[in-house]
């Protein structure tokens, strides 16, 4: 069965985010959304609509490669280079703001994908489920589009 480190990222996200918004009723965007920016090195808020369900598709996939992760991790995950002062001084990372983050993975908590733990948050069996079968969908996609990658989809001989 193919995993999550075998489909692109990018397919993989936004298969997620589109299930998240159709089926996840316990994930939606707070009334503040469409106004906040998403790190303090940005000038305006995300233009995509969707860009919360994005998120959340993100912080799966995120918490399923890398988890358990708490929020400090994620934010610096989730950071920037930042400009500071005149064109001769070097960036500096930042990390991205919490709020964003915290709220987003307590509604996945609410939904039943996330788990809070010592170490930070983890996915749910319910969670890993979810993204090995999208994870699963997405390969099978692929390999209509481009045969060659069949040899992905079989399991290993022992």
């Known amino acids: 069965m193919p995993s999550v480190k075998d489909v692109p990222a990018d397919l993989l996200i936004a298969e997620l985010a589109r299930?998240?918004?159709?089926?996840?009723?316990?994930v939606k965007p707070p009334v503040w959304a469409p106004?906040?920016?998403?790190?303090?090195?940005?000038?305006?808020?995300p233009m995509n609509p969707d860009w919360w369900y994005i998120r959340a598709a993100s912080l799966l996939r995120k918490l399923y490669l890398h988890g358990p992760a708490g929020i400090?991790?994620?934010r610096?995950?989730?950071?920037?280079?930042?400009?500071?002062g005149d064109k001769m001084r070097p960036e500096r990372t930042r990390k991205a703001g919490g709020a964003i983050i915290r709220k987003i993975l307590q509604q996945l908590e609410q939904a039943g994908y996330v788990a809070k733990t010592k170490q930070g948050?983890?996915?749910t069996p319910e969670g890993r489920s979810l993204v090995d079968r999208i994870a699963t969908k997405i390969a099978k996609e692929l390999v209509k589009s481009r045969p060659e990658l069949v040899k992905y989809l079989a399991p290993p001989k022992e």
């Open 19 to 26: 299930y998240i918004k159709e089926n996840v009723p316990q």
């Open 72 to 74: 400090g991790s994620l």
């Open 76 to 84: 610096t995950a989730y950071g920037y280079r930042a400009k500071i």
């Open 35 to 45: 106004f906040v920016k998403t790190g303090a090195n940005k000038e305006r808020p």
């Open 121 to 123: 948050r983890v996915l």
